[in-house]
T-cell receptor, first 112, second 113 residues
């Protein structure tokens, strides 16, 4: 079955630490990839997305993600996290068969 | 545009009662999605519509759950009868295309006692 895996359920970092959140998917063929963020008490909002072109995607607030097709991965990175990055992060994947799936989410806690 | 609108924001009800959640998508968006979020199961897609027609309801947990979209600007998710295990945050989202960015509403936090 098609699925999206986020292996880290909860990540705790200190401010200024580097971040990498893993996302792997099991779809074949062409995919569109997303990272959404949910800040405490708020609804999900788009952080960045990849449809085609440069596999290194820049998003808002200094986030980036790299699509590695051979590894079926779309990991999210930020070189230096801030306390305000504390949130839950969701990877999402869809394909042209109208199948959209979200990962279970990774909760990030940044200690001031 | 005001974004995706959901009501109510919070709902507390007793087991066995009927619950109706409402969603107004962004104007011009042809796709509407209903999700459920819990600590145990994360974010789950329940059902989605294209041009008011249900396309995939395989995520609907059981017959107690039903969703309708009578027109392009309104959708409901109904639970009848509700059970404590239905307690969750229910999100509605809309998009122009199924492969496009989804815009989420603020969610409805449902508590079934």
């Amino acid at each position: 079955a098609q699925s999206v895996s986020q292996h880290n359920h909860h990540v705790i970092l200190s401010e200024a630490a580097s971040l990498e959140l893993g996302c792997n998917y099991s779809y074949g063929g062409t995919v569109n990839l997303f990272w959404y963020v949910q800040y405490p008490g708020q609804h999900l909002q788009l952080l960045l997305k990849y449809f085609s072109g440069d596999p290194l995607v820049k998003g808002i607030k200094g986030f980036e993600a790299e699509f590695i097709k051979s590894k079926f991965s779309f990991n999210l990175r930020k070189p230096s996290v801030q306390w305000s990055d504390t949130a839950e992060y969701f990877c999402a994947v869809n394909n042209n068969n109208n199948d959209m799936r979200f990962g279970a989410g990774t909760r990030l806690t940044v200690k001031p | 545009d005001a974004g995706v609108i959901q009501s109510p924001r919070h709902e507390v009800t007793e087991m066995g009662q009927e619950v109706t959640l409402r969603c107004k998508p962004i104007s011009g968006h042809d796709y509407l999605f209903w999700y459920r979020q819990t600590m145990m199961r994360g974010l789950e897609l329940l059902i989605y519509f294209n041009n008011n027609v249900p396309i995939d309801d395989s995520g609907m947990p059981e017959d107690r759950f039903s969703a309708k979209m009578p027109n392009a600007s309104f959708s409901t998710l109904k639970i009848q009868p509700s059970e404590p295990r239905d307690s969750a945050v229910y999100f509605c989202a809309s998009s122009r295309d199924v492969t496009d960015t989804q815009y989420f509403g603020p969610g409805t936090r449902l508590t079934v006692l």
